[in-house]
């Protein structure tokens, strides 16, 4: 069933009010804090909204309903441990408390305080490397959910998700995290409904006893319980419990959302029920997996036993299976809903992964270099313009890398894949740095170091499990800063630095 | 039904809720954060273009 005139309609007014809507957020940028973290005036609702819209991407969806499709309800693990893990990192405060009370505007900001310059110019690059790599996939699997929604040619995609990306560019470019806000406010509604309504109709069309005897049918015990499930276990529960926890507190996109909040207990209060939004983040779209595998499950079976879904006489990749049923069950105007509310999800989270690299750009890798080089600090208006220049650079980076990279294996692999890279020794050093006394520059730039060698060795060249490389990665992080810490020099206390950057970023 | 099937159609039923309660109350109670926020940011606009007032 393909697009109707009504469909059309609904999108195209969406983007038109989306993106004015955006241009708005302009005329509140004055300096560089209200461009980054939108002047730290964040309440709580808002809050919850753009830090939900942040991380609700058309790709979740995506990687969410391959997961679902392909390992049944056992993947229900991850989505609990993302949500639960959120919830007690908001209840405790764990690490967001103290790095809000900092007035940071970027994570590597942290390790110029309690390190050292130098540490937070490596740190920045290897942010700014895994990020932009963790997001280079996102135009290519979101531009494949559009053409199996709404039947549009192969041939026009790239078009399409060009000037998606410009449109994105455009309200980011101009009003920052102001711009993103107001646009994610309004984004986070319409993704929402369209998540709520294609619940409905996947659970309604495929029937709940009827979804859980197929995977009950297809993959037995291992459907259900994700101990016994090969794909997961307790090194799994494990990595994804401390990669986890390292999102939520050091990833750079959901850290800025922390820094933007009035104040720490606002910060706290909005990541505790952002928790609970990510359990449905996760568990909905896989229960979409898993409706499209019992509606469309019926093609040959692959090395694990999953029958390759069949829609129309077309085998397709699992992948492709929940935008497939998508497409049929949908009536006009449902679609044309669903399909706006997957471009609000597509645009919230670009244009903030495309702030949130930016900014790594601009005041971490930037800034400190000409520091390094002994020039001037920038003006609040010229670092405003280094990072619009940054948003350009990485929006034409992803445009080609989105065109030729194919992904290697599972789309949620290579995101946590990349987004470890950096991940295992930020997380170790931001810990270290703020709980334990001892932690100095010797042993961030030894965590930091092995943390990426950790990630990449076992998994690009060792070929091992990507487990079993999470345990690896975040284990020699963490013994690289203990042993570096012993064996070096303690650091000087980074308060002043802090106080330094701050006029250096703010007041200049 | 086993006892994985039952816990995860719990899980289901609280992550749905939740997800659509919390959509609700962020739609209603959102829109006076973000004019607040708007407004904040405009006096502190104000303030650094005229700092005297």
């Known amino acids: 069933m393909g697009f109707t005139y009504i469909d059309w309609i609904i999108v195209v007014v969406y983007l038109i009010v989306s993106v004015s809507i955006g241009l708005i957020g302009k005329k509140y940028v004055g300096n560089v804090a209200s461009y980054l973290v939108a002047g730290r005036e964040l309440g709580l609702y808002v809050g919850i909204a753009t830090l939900a819209a942040t991380e609700i991407g058309t790709i979740t969806f995506m990687y969410y309903g391959e997961a679902g499709y392909k390992y049944g309800f056992a993947a229900f693990v ?8 959120m919830i007690i990192v908001g209840r405790t405060g764990f690490i967001i408390s103290r790095l809000r009370k900092m007035k940071l505007m970027t994570v590597p900001e942290f390790f110029e305080a309690k390190y050292s310059r130098g540490l937070r110019l490596l740190t920045g ?35 399409i998700m060009t000037a998606i990306l410009l449109l994105e560019l455009l309200y980011t470019v101009v009003g920052g995290m102001v711009s993103i806000v107001i646009t994610d406010f309004i984004q986070y509604i319409l993704l929402s409904v369209a998540t709520i309504l294609i619940s409905i109709y996947a659970i309604n069309y495929a029937g709940w006893t009827n979804i859980v005897n197929k995977v009950e049918a297809t993959m037995g015990d291992g459907g259900f319980n994700p101990i016994t499930n090969p794909q997961f276990g307790w090194t799994f529960i494990i990595w994804q419990t401390l990669l986890w926890l390292s999102l939520h507190t050091c990833w750079q996109t959901t850290a800025m959302r922390m820094f933007s909040t009035k104040d720490a207990e606002t910060s706290k209060k909005v990541m505790t029920w952002t928790g609970f939004i990510f359990l449905g983040r996760g568990m909905l779209p896989m229960v979409w997996g898993i409706a499209a595998l019992t509606l469309y499950g019926t093609g040959a079976l692959d090395a694990s036993g999953i029958p390759a879904p069949v829609v129309n006489g077309e085998t397709l990749q699992p992948i492709e299976a929940m935008p497939a049923m998508l497409s049929q069950i949908l ?57 619009r220049v940054a948003n350009v650079f990485v929006s034409l980076f992803l445009l080609f890398w989105g065109l030729w990279y194919e992904v290697p294996g599972t789309v949620y692999l290579y995101l946590n894949i990349t987004g470890t890279i950096f991940l295992a020794g930020a997380f170790v050093c931001v810990v270290g740095g703020l709980y334990w006394k001892r932690a100095n520059v010797t042993g961030g730039y030894a965590a930091m170091l092995l943390g990426a060698a950790g990630a990449i060795i076992p998994f690009f060249f060792l070929k091992w499990s990507e487990n079993i490389t999470g345990f690896i990665a975040f284990g020699l992080a963490a013994l690289g800063l203990i042993v570096g810490s012993l064996i070096g020099k303690a650091s000087k206390p980074g308060a002043e630095a802090v106080e330094f950057n701050r006029a250096a970023t703010e007041e200049v | 039904m086993n006892i994985w099937a039952t816990f995860w159609m719990l899980c289901l039923i609280v992550a749905g809720g939740a997800f659509a309660l919390i959509t609700l109350i962020v739609m209603v109670k959102g829109f006076k954060d973000l004019r607040e926020m708007l407004r904040e940011l405009s006096k502190k606009q104000h303030e650094e273009i005229n700092p005297d007032n």
């Open chain 1, 331 to 387: 009536g006009p105007g449902i679609k044309g809903i669903v399909v706006a509310g997957m471009l609000a999800a597509t645009m919230s989270v670009n244009s903030s992964y495309l702030l949130g690299w930016s900014s790594v750009i601009s005041q971490d890798i930037v800034l400190p270099i000409r520091r390094l080089m002994g020039k001037q600090p920038l003006s609040s208006r010229a670092q405003i313009f280094v990072n």
């Open chain 1, 78 to 85: 991850a989505a609990l441990i993302a949500g639960v893990v």
């Open chain 1, 125 to 159: 690059i290897l942010v700014a490397v895994g990020g932009i790599l963790n997001m280079g996939v996102f135009l290519r699997v979101e531009g494949e959910f559009l053409m199996r929604i709404s039947g549009i040619d192969a041939k026009y995609l790239v078009g």
